[in-house]
């Protein structure tokens, strides 16, 4: 796996959403909490592409996958729990 730590913000600019940190907040309150039994890249507010860019981080374990999967706590409100 990389050694590439990436921010909120980046992962926001790859899924091609507003990455400021008020549009961040306001995205994270409108969509949590994600329910248990979804998965995050199945979650049914993001476009097939973002999906995609989601499976695929996680399933590679790439270097997006700790963010993704802090992207995943926010929304399921344990971040910072």
Do not use: K, S
């Amino acid at each position: 796996m990389d050694a590439t730590h990436h921010r909120f913000t980046e992962l926001f600019q790859q899924l091609g959403l507003p990455a400021d940190a008020g549009n961040i907040q306001r995205f994270l309150e409108t969509h949590r909490p994600l329910g248990t039994a979804i998965r995050l890249e199945n979650a049914p507010f993001w476009t097939p592409a973002q999906a995609t860019l989601l499976r695929e981080e996680l399933l590679l374990d790439a270097d997006w996958a700790e963010v993704v999967d802090q992207l995943n706590a926010a929304l399921r409100g344990t971040a910072g729990q």
